[in-house]
Nanobody, 119 residues
Framework: QVQLVESGGGLVQAGGSLRLSCAASGNIFSINAMGWYRQAPGKERELVAAITSSGRTNYEDSVKGRFTISRDNPKNTVSLQMNSLKPEDKGVYYC?????????????WGQGTQVTVSS
C-alpha cells in the first residue's frame, strides 16, 4: 500500500509565499513523474507543475516564473515553492505521483491542501 501526505497549505496575502510538500511512503519500488494539480471552486482540476524522474520540469503558463517544483528522490517527496501568489492561485492543491510497486505504474493522489490568497 502507498500513502501520500501533503502539507503546507494555508492563507496568505497576495504577493506572499507558500511551500507545499508531498511525501510518499509504503510499498514503493520507483517513482516516475511527480506533479501538482489545483482545483479552483467551480473549475476542473488542472496541472500546475510537473517534474520527470530526470528532473525536467514544466509549468502551467500562469505560474511560470513564480512557482518552482522540486523533488527529493531518496525521501520520495515533491515540493512546490509558490512565490508572488495571486488571488487566482486559490484552490485545493493535489500532488500526483506515478508509482511502481514492482510491476506497472499507477497514479496516486494526495488528500489535497487548501491554498487561499487574499487580495
Amino acid at each position: 500500500q502507498v500513502q501520500l501526505v501533503e502539507s503546507g497549505g494555508g492563507l496568505v496575502q497576495a504577493g506572499g509565499s507558500l511551500r507545499l510538500s508531498c511525501a510518499a511512503s509504503g510499498n514503493i519500488f520507483s517513482i516516475n513523474a511527480m506533479g501538482w494539480y489545483r482545483q479552483a471552486p467551480g473549475k476542473e482540476r488542472e496541472l500546475v507543475a510537473a517534474i520527470t524522474s530526470s528532473g525536467r520540469t514544466n509549468y502551467e503558463d500562469s505560474v511560470k516564473g513564480r512557482f518552482t517544483i522540486s523533488r527529493d528522490n531518496p525521501k520520495n517527496t515533491v515540493s512546490l515553492q509558490m512565490n508572488s501568489l495571486k488571488p487566482e492561485d486559490k484552490g485545493v492543491y493535489y500532488c500526483n505521483l506515478a508509482i511502481s510497486r514492482g510491476g506497472g505504474w499507477n497514479d496516486y493522489w494526495g488528500q489535497g491542501t487548501q491554498v487561499t490568497v487574499s487580495s
